[in-house]
């Protein structure tokens, strides 16, 4: 079943086995590319995309948005706030699953997260150039490690993957669709004509999928990254879309430091981001339970996060 969309919108309000990457109208394949991307030209329609992307990055930069230092003094927050965002960003959804990008209800929902573990696997449009290439790879999968430490949970970047990185640029639009139907077959129509319409406003986005027979565990995702990002954009949705594929599928205005909020003041997973991660897959908690239950064990896991702080 699908769980729903996560999507990053911007300017709104160790090195890997080559294995690891693969173009993706060959379909599993994994041939090792040229530094020219055999020989495409971008389209003029990709060409812009990419002048967007590097003119907003430079305005976000000039504003001392994009922070990559994961927070500080001016960002202080307490075991209360901590508490307060894990309940926003872990039992309720941004947008209505199923039904492509339209919000969602404000409605509590129960803790969802992965039980097995996570594989990540690295694919590329046919237009990405090698070097590129090489180089997300490389941040997916020392992110990889990261994300495993932070958790607890089992995460490795890899072939034969459950939870696909698919960066691609405009013109490989067509075979990202074929690709995403490819890995799962029964994906709802709505979000099929999401992809095929995706304005400019969302710069990547992850669709996560749970298990059948248990809608609270995550068994599959899918991350969807714009491949005309400049490098600290294209990192951002690395750093964002793959820490929300894990469980924490909402934004909120009132996270900070945080990349789980859609005012682009940080860049890259936060300190705050790494505790609210690890009290995701903390035992004590456990997929399906109630905002209602979980609450009073939250407080607990906060007040000691934030203890350990000194």
């Known amino acids: 079943m699908q769980r729903g969309a996560r999507a990053r919108k911007f300017g709104l309000g160790a090195v890997l086995a ?29 060409l812009g995309l990419a002048r967007y992307y590097a003119r907003l990055q430079e305005t976000q930069l000039s504003k001392g948005l994009l922070r990559t230092d ?51 696997t690295v694919e590329f449009g046919a237009s990405v150039p090698a070097a590129q290439q090489r180089a997300d790879t490389q941040l997916v999968g020392e992110y990889a490690q990261r994300l495993a430490r932070v958790t607890g949970h089992p995460i490795s970047a890899g072939a034969r993957g459950n939870f696909h990185v ?46 059948p027979k248990n809608d609270a565990v995550y068994t599959r995702a899918i991350a969807i990254i714009r491949a005309e990002h400049p490098d600290l954009m294209r990192k951002s949705c690395v750093h964002e879309e793959l820490a929300q594929g894990l469980g924490l599928a909402n934004d909120s205005p009132r996270a900070r430091p945080s990349i789980f909020n859609d005012d682009d003041e ?44 000194g």
């Open 18 to 46: 080559a294995g690891l990457s693969a173009c993706m109208p060959m379909m599993g394949q994994r041939p090792a590319p040229p530094d020219d991307a055999a020989g495409l030209q971008p389209s003029a329609q990709s």
């Open 266 to 309: 940080f860049a890259l997973l936060t300190t705050q981001d790494e505790m609210l991660l690890a009290m995701l897959y903390d035992p004590r908690l456990r997929p399906g339970i109630t905002r209602d239950q979980a609450l009073p064990i939250v407080g607990r896991i906060a007040r000691e996060k934030v203890g350990s702080l």
């Open 166 to 211: 698919l960066v691609a640029s405009e013109d490989d639009r067509l075979a990202t669709i074929a690709r995403v139907r490819q890995l799962e077959p029964n994906i709802n129509p709505a979000t099929l004509s999401m992809l095929r319409s995706l304005p400019r406003a969302i710069h990547c986005l992850v669709l996560a999928f749970s298990d």
């Open 70 to 120: 994961g927070g500080g003094p001016d960002t202080p927050f307490d075991d209360e706030m901590l508490a307060r965002n894990f309940e926003q960003l872990a039992f309720f959804d941004e947008y209505e699953r199923g039904r492509g990008l339209i919000g969602a209800r404000a409605e509590p929902g129960v803790l969802r997260r992965w039980v097995a573990p996570v594989r990540i």
